[in-house]
């Protein structure tokens, strides 16, 4: 009985060496000397490898973000510059609008640029960051190497001198009760092989979570620098554009100071054929004083306009919505006004003059001999005059006599702001108090007062100040 329970023991004890083999760590100086310290160190990195993922996946949303940016604003840069292009190929383009839609094309292109640096200092920022990433991987790869081979390295050696130990405990053994406490306390697994092998895996998913933020990274940036490159073409191809608007828009800037100079020979060759010019200069500046006046007693009359010109509004929000889109005769400014005639050629542009006949102003804050104080266009003797947009008549007839003898009409639109015509024909059809929109007919074109012809003057006071009506116009 007691020979079978030896052998049993000696069954069981063969069967503990292949547990042994994974299990078993020698101690020794193949170790570390604080494998604890070494597993909290590891997970240390771990957990930094995991922050490091996380910054830059942000750093990646918050570039994507950027790029989305800017390539909203450089749609919106295209708008702009069609827009110019636009406006230069029409021969009655404003200078200043346009000179001005140029200038903000040029910050916004400056702007881009410096997005653009700004990306540019971003990707090599983040290249060198991944660059680091590739070789801390190449690093910890080693130390992951090492940790493996000296755990296979202790596995083998506990292998070996399993072989050996496990019988010389069973044969020596002076009972079985000390054979089997024995090999009991080979069969027990160190605590440096637990420590040793947790330290494996958690190094292998550090290096998971590296190379995964490594791979994703890459592909990040190569996107980015795939949207810079084409953001970079384009904006070139923007600024060759810009050039050449602005050298069209200085060959109008000439081209609208030789049309402006024309027109005034004209007016002075016309106003020196008539005669009287200091007695006329005289009167126009009388009368220039009187519609300043004018202006200034109907603003004061405005509010109890008010609800007229809300039901002037109204009228016309109507017509609006049933009308169709039109022409640029037709077209609506921003302010709801329309050109008052469907048709038109400009005779004389708002501003500054040498036409002697013009009574002197001042505009911001500078004083002129000579400043026209609105439009002059025309269409032809009779051709119907339109309300420029919604509002109520607080002038008409000749409400400037005795200064100047012309037909005229006042419209009031609210806030302080006032569209005048000027020369109508003595039928005049509307009177104070009446509501119109920009489609109603306020009188026709005529050469009434101090006028050298068939035209219509076309001024807006606004708060006070006679201002360019263009401004105002589609």
């Known amino acids: 009985m007691r020979r079978r329970s030896f052998l049993f023991v000696v069954i069981v004890s063969l069967a503990a060496v292949g547990w042994n083999v994974v299990t078993t760590r020698p101690s020794g100086s193949a170790l570390a000397a604080d494998p604890q310290a070494e597993l909290a160190k590891t997970r240390d990195q771990l957990a930094d490898a995991q922050s490091t993922q996380q910054s830059l996946a942000a750093a990646l949303r918050k570039q994507r973000t950027e790029l989305d940016q800017l390539r909203t604003r450089s749609a919106a840069l295209d708008t702009q510059l069609d827009t110019a292009r636009a406006e230069l190929a029409q021969v009655t383009a404003e200078f200043?609008?346009?000179?001005?839609?140029?200038?903000?094309?040029?910050?916004?292109?400056?702007?881009?640029?410096?997005?653009l640096e700004d990306l540019r200092a971003q990707i090599a920022k983040l290249d060198d960051e991944l660059i680091a990433l590739a070789a801390e991987i190449n690093r910890r790869s080693g130390e992951l190497d090492q940790r493996e081979a000296?755990?296979?390295?202790?596995?083998?050696?506990?292998?070996?001198?399993?072989?050996?130990?496990?019988?010389e405990i069973i044969l020596s053994a002076d009972s079985l009760d000390d054979a089997t406490t024995q090999v009991g306390y080979l069969m027990t697994v160190s605590?440096?092989?637990?420590?040793?092998?947790?330290?494996?895996?958690?190094?292998?998913?550090?290096?998971?979570?590296?190379?995964?933020?490594?791979?994703?990274?890459?592909?990040?940036?190569?996107?980015?620098?795939?949207?810079?490159?084409?953001?970079?073409?384009?904006?070139?191809?923007?600024?060759?554009?810009?050039?050449?608007?602005?050298?069209?828009?200085?060959?109008?800037?000439?081209?609208?100071?030789?049309?402006?100079?024309?027109?005034?020979?004209?007016?002075?060759?016309?106003?020196?054929a008539q005669g009287d010019v200091q007695a006329k200069i005289a009167e126009n500046e009388r009368a220039a004083r009187a519609a300043a006046d004018l202006a200034a007693r109907l603003r004061t009359q405005a509010a109890a306009q008010q609800a007229a010109i809300e039901e002037a509004r109204r009228r016309a929000a109507e017509e609006a919505a049933r009308a169709a889109a039109a022409a640029r005769a037709n077209a609506t400014s921003s302010y709801g006004f329309r050109w008052p005639e469907r048709s038109?050629?400009?005779?004389?542009?708002?501003?500054?003059?040498?036409?002697?006949?013009?009574?002197?102003?001042?505009?911001?804050?500078?004083?002129?001999?000579?400043?026209?104080?609105?439009?002059?266009?025309?269409?032809?003797?009779?051709?119907?005059?339109?309300?420029?947009?919604?509002?109520?008549?607080?002038?008409?007839g000749q409400p400037l006599m005795p200064w100047?003898?012309?037909?005229?009409?006042?419209?009031?639109?609210?806030?302080?702001?006032?569209?005048?015509?000027?020369?109508?024909?003595?039928?005049?059809?509307?009177?104070?108090?009446?509501?119109?929109t920009s489609n109603s007919i306020i009188g026709y074109e005529g050469t009434t007062g101090n006028s050298t012809g068939c035209?219509?003057?076309?001024?807006?006071?606004?708060?006070?100040?006679?201002?360019?009506?263009?401004?105002y116009l589609p």
Not at 366 to 386: E, L, M, R, S, V
Request: proline share 3%.
């Open 344 to 396: 038109y050629r400009v005779t004389q542009e708002w501003g500054p003059t040498t036409f002697v006949l013009e009574p002197p102003y001042t505009y911001g804050g500078t004083y002129y001999p000579h400043f026209h104080a609105g439009i002059d266009f025309t269409a032809g003797c009779g051709t119907p005059i339109y309300a420029t947009g919604a509002g109520v008549v607080v002038a008409s």
């Open 150 to 167: 000296l755990l296979q390295d202790h596995l083998r050696a506990a292998y070996e001198r399993s072989q050996t130990s496990l019988l």
């Open 191 to 272: 605590d440096q092989d637990a420590v040793l092998a947790e330290e494996i895996r958690a190094i292998r998913e550090e290096l998971e979570t590296r190379r995964a933020t490594l791979r994703d990274g890459r592909r990040e940036l190569d996107a980015a620098r795939a949207t810079a490159r084409d953001q970079e073409t384009a904006l070139k191809a923007r600024r060759d554009d810009l050039t050449q608007l602005e050298a069209q828009l200085a060959a109008l800037k000439a081209a609208a100071e030789t049309k402006r100079q024309q027109q005034e020979a004209a007016l002075n060759d016309s106003l020196a």
């Open 455 to 471: 035209h219509v003057h076309f001024a807006i006071n606004d708060q006070g100040v006679w201002e360019n009506p263009r401004a």
């Open 96 to 115: 200043e609008r346009v000179s001005g839609l140029l200038a903000a094309v040029k910050v916004e292109v400056a702007e881009i640029e410096a997005k």
């Open 404 to 436: 100047d003898s012309g037909f005229g009409v006042v419209v009031d639109h609210g806030g302080g702001r006032q569209s005048w015509y000027w020369h109508m024909q003595a039928r005049v059809v509307v009177s104070p108090g009446t509501i119109v």
